[in-house]
C-alpha cells in the first residue's frame, strides 16, 4: 500500500506542478489546451500537489 501511495504522491506532484505551469501561463503546452493562463488551474493544480504531499508523506509513515 506504501509503494501506491507514493507513486499516486509523484504522479499527483508533477501534475501539479504541470497545472500550475499552464494556469499561471509559464508553460504554453500543448498549444490547444483550455488551461493555459487560467488562473483557476494554478490553484487546482496547488490543490493536487498538497494531496500529493500528504499522500507520500502517509507513505513513508507506513514504512
Known amino acids: 500500500m506504501a509503494t ?3 507513486i ?3 504522479v499527483a506532484l508533477l501534475m501539479g506542478g504541470l497545472w500550475i505551469g ?3 501561463g509559464l ?3 500543448p498549444a490547444s489546451s483550455f488551461m493555459l493562463a487560467q488562473t483557476q488551474w494554478a490553484y487546482i ?3 493536487l500537489m498538497l494531496i500529493g504531499a500528504l499522500a507520500i508523506w502517509r507513505a ?3 514504512g
Do not use: E, H, K
Open 27 to 29: 508553460i504554453m503546452w
Open 4 to 6: 501506491v501511495l507514493r
Open 22 to 24: 499552464q494556469g499561471l
Open 60 to 62: 513513508s509513515r507506513r
Open 45 to 47: 493544480g496547488a490543490g
Open 8 to 10: 499516486f504522491g509523484i
